[in-house]
């Protein structure tokens, strides 16, 4: 805090009269607010002036409205490029906020008096940020409150802050410009040795400052109060012709305006951007600026609720003792009151034992906290806002600021609504949430998305608005435009797939057109197979939105069919690199293909090509490898066959690196690999007696391929498949005997049947399949119409139940 008194204290220079009072502060600090309110008090002024872009005044009379709530924000933006813009936070402990208020509540003119937004937003961003090509322009930005803390002896200009101005709250003094008055003194120095500081930025928006103070007095004489950085007390109130200013003002850029308040956060403000912000700790400053007394026993309180809410055991004991170990820790460190770290060093070792993480808990609640600001319906708001707006508070979709999690069923209106809007405005650029593994199942009818509103997301929806003016026309508008713009195959995909999902069948047309255009065009397998997951995804998720899907249903078959052609040449010959690209194109299609309607004939086809690929040398190992196993798993490959293409692949003839790249195609991943050599000794054994005889020079060139393979399995798997290769796994049984812990030698028909109550309660209408005790899930004959109930593996293996496998599928 700072001011300038010429003639009498905490007033400017003027001619013949007492001057204004000019009241230098610190943004943010709730010491500069308490003082600023005192002041104003004390000395009742007929017109506050406020450092703030002068197009708000006329939006400062929602401050008084009951539904504004800080923190909130001025949010200014280029009419013709919203993404041009700029925020001016306030919090309820802000300097700002208190004068503006009190002028309200008192009757007094109320005014912003810094450099017009309309300049600040047509400027060069690098404008006055000290890194100009002139040697006098490289200069460093200097830290006010540093300088002053360095002065006075202290490494750390928060913890002087604190002690000199926060914590002084003991007495108010005799004179409430007192504290303003010894600041300015301060600020004065630091500008003769420093003059603008770095930022030439400072020089123009002191001298706009400066003409409307002069506008100011001339309509209300010396009864003004300006409340500005104390960094610009000293240029306000030192002599300067206006013609000296408005020469400074001349000439400067424009650009058209609008502006608006905004809800702002805690969080936001704890971030070093925007203007005025990097407070560390907004959250205990809010709690000095409420506090009426006992700061330290009041804050301890809090942070006892917290952690009994958390169910931890804290006691009225601990609160008492963390009082006394604070105070004792301020008078050790010559401190006038217990400050954020006394109170942090104190509950960390009475009430968290030690220990950083409930202390981190601490931090993220109370110390910064999620307080989401209010700001009134009818504050101005761009058309697409306002569509928001009303679609937020019809679809109970608040916004907040703390993180939090959404689960979607989407046969509920309401909640199939509410994934609409998410990914339309996510298609839009709002990324008010992401989607998440959901925790209540993976069927295609439910959604999880994490969601988090944060205040940049209005600049967003003012990016969006050139789109539409509402969410709905402004994602079609944008999907339709970005269908003509995009080229590759695979971004044309995932665009119908969002299309789908945010319910945009307006757009569909314009994106099938495109999706027909590029697939007939793109011949690359790569492209194609990479386009073909999200098509049947989008397929899925037409049957459970009752979308019409016709059109996608024919590119995605044409697109299998012309894969299904051209793979088998497209594996020849790659190196390591692109196989490992090749192996995500086979496993993303041959998921994708079980997706697709009518599906049989494709599947059949498919399955010839990738045995076509397990017996084909110049395919390289990990496609080999691949290949087999997708077709063990679909039952189209008989374990015998898989032991003998895995015997070849790691024959002695076969280079040890493409032996490895074949088990890691085989086994590796999260596949389900390591299960797959814990049940077949066969297999194990393979790898076991093909690892052993590995010449010593080539070992060190196939170990890193088999512990990356290797070290995807769980902890379990991979001390099972240890215990196996040190009892000696056999090559010639095909399932693990009665040695081996957790397995038996056959079946227990009696624990398989105690199953079935329970997968009939589960499966409800589809009990029937379940056969008698040993029927279809347990591998005796399954029903005859489609794949329900199937055996999990082929002939031969009915005596390997897994009905929750089963289940599963």
Not at 331 to 343: D, V
Not at 410 to 437: I, Y
Request: aromatic residues 4%; glycine residues 12%; hydrophobic residues 45%.
């Amino acid at each position: 805090m700072g001011a300038d008194r010429a003639g009498d204290a905490g007033r400017g220079a003027g001619a013949g009269g007492r001057g204004p009072l000019v009241l230098g502060v610190r943004h943010h600090g709730p010491g500069s607010a308490r003082a600023v309110r005192a002041v104003l008090d004390a000395e009742r002024p007929a017109a506050v002036l406020v450092e703030g872009p002068p197009e708000a005044d006329g939006l400062l009379a929602l401050a008084a409205d009951e539904a504004m709530r800080p923190p909130v924000a001025l949010l200014a933006h280029a009419v013709d490029n919203p993404g041009r813009a700029a925020f001016w936070p306030l919090a309820e402990f802000s300097p700002e906020w208190v004068a503006i208020r009190w002028a309200l509540s008192h009757g007094a003119a109320v005014r912003f008096i810094d450099l017009p937004a309309t300049h600040t937003l047509a400027a060069d961003p690098t404008w006055g940020d000290g890194e100009g090509d002139d040697e006098a322009d490289r200069q460093v930005r200097i830290d006010p409150v540093a300088e002053l803390a360095d002065a006075a002896g202290y490494d750390d200009p928060e913890r002087w802050w604190e002690d000199v101005v926060e914590h002084r709250t003991a007495a108010a003094p005799a004179d409430p410009t007192a504290p303003f008055t010894a600041l300015a003194e301060a600020m004065g120095a630091l500008r003769e040795a420093y003059g603008d500081g770095g930022d030439a930025r400072d020089l123009v928006r002191e001298a706009h400052m400066r003409l409307q103070l002069r506008s100011a007095r001339r309509e209300f004489g010396d009864g003004v109060a300006v409340v500005c950085g104390a960094w610009h007390v000293p240029a306000l109130t030192r002599k300067a012709t206006a013609t000296a200013d408005r020469a400074l003002l001349r000439g400067l850029p424009k650009v058209k305006t609008e502006m608006t308040w905004v809800p702002w956060t805690h969080r936001r403000l704890a971030r070093r951007s925007g203007y005025g912000a990097g407070v560390d700790s907004p959250g205990w400053y809010a709690h000095l600026f409420a506090a009426p007394d006992r700061p330290v026993e009041r804050w301890m309180t809090r942070v006892a609720r917290l952690l009994r809410e958390e169910d931890l055991p804290v006691s009225s004991a601990h609160v008492i003792e963390a009082v006394r170990l604070a105070q004792t820790l301020a008078a050790m460190r010559g401190r006038p009151l217990a400050g954020l770290g006394e109170t942090t060093d104190a509950v960390r070792a009475v009430m968290c034992d030690g220990s950083d993480v409930p202390l981190g808990l601490v931090r993220d609640r109370l110390v910064v906290g999620d307080v989401l600001g209010q700001v009134p319906a009818d504050a101005p708001a761009v058309p697409l806002q306002r569509d928001l707006a009303r679609l937020q508070r019809g679809l109970r979709l608040r916004p907040e600021a703390s993180e939090r999690e959404l689960d979607l069923d989407l046969r509920k209106e309401n909640d199939a609504a509410r994934s609409r809007l998410l990914h339309r405005l996510t298609l839009l650029g709002v990324r008010w949430g992401e989607p998440v593994a959901g925790r209540g199942g993976t069927g295609t009818f439910r959604e999880s998305w994490r969601l988090r509103w944060q205040p940049e997301l209005y600049v967003q929806v003012a990016e969006a608005g050139v789109w539409g003016t509402t969410v709905a026309a402004a994602a079609t508008s944008k999907a339709e435009s970005r269908a003509l713009e995009t080229t590759a195959l695979a971004d044309i995909t995932a665009l119908a797939e969002r299309c789908l999902l945010a319910g945009l069948g307006d757009a569909l047309p314009t994106v099938m057109t495109a999706l027909a255009d590029r697939a007939a065009l793109d011949t690359d397998v790569g492209h194609l197979a990479q386009a073909l997951p999200a098509l049947a995804r989008s397929l899925r998720y037409g049957d459970v939105r009752a979308t019409d899907t016709t059109a996608l249903g024919e590119v995605a078959a044409g697109l299998a069919e012309r894969i299904c052609v051209g793979l088998p040449p497209a594996c020849t010959g790659l190196d390591a690199d692109a196989a490992a690209e090749m192996r995500g194109h086979l496993d993303g299609v041959h998921g994708a293909l079980r997706l697709l309607p009518d599906r049989a004939g494709l599947l059949d086809r498919w399955a010839g090509v990738l045995r076509g690929l397990a017996d084909r040398g110049s395919v390289p190992g990990a496609l080999r490898g691949r290949s087999a196993r997708l077709l063990l798993d679909d039952d189209r490959l008989d374990e015998d066959e898989a032991a003998r293409l895995m015997g070849l692949a790691l024959s002695p003839g076969t280079p040890p690196a493409d032996a490895a790249a074949w088990i890691e195609g085989f086994v590796g991943g999260a596949s389900g690999g390591g299960m797959l050599l814990v049940h077949d000794q066969r297999l194990l054994a393979l790898v076991d007696d093909w690892l052993t005889a590995v010449p010593g020079d080539a070992f060190t060139d196939v170990l890193p391929l088999l512990r990356r393979t290797f070290s995807a399995y769980e902890p379990g798997v991979r001390r099972t498949l240890g215990e196996l290769v040190a009892r000696g796994a056999s090559t010639t049984t095909p399932r693990p005997d009665a040695g081996t812990p957790g397995f038996a030698t056959g079946l227990d028909e009696e624990r398989a049947d105690g199953v079935l109550p329970v997968l009939r309660l589960l499966l409800g209408d589809a009990a029937p399949l379940l056969g008698d005790a040993r029927g279809p899930l347990l591998g005796g004959a399954a029903p005859s119409s489609g794949d329900a109930g199937r055996p999990l593996r082929g002939p031969g293996t009915s005596e390997r139940p897994k009905a929750a496998e089963e289940v599963g599928r």
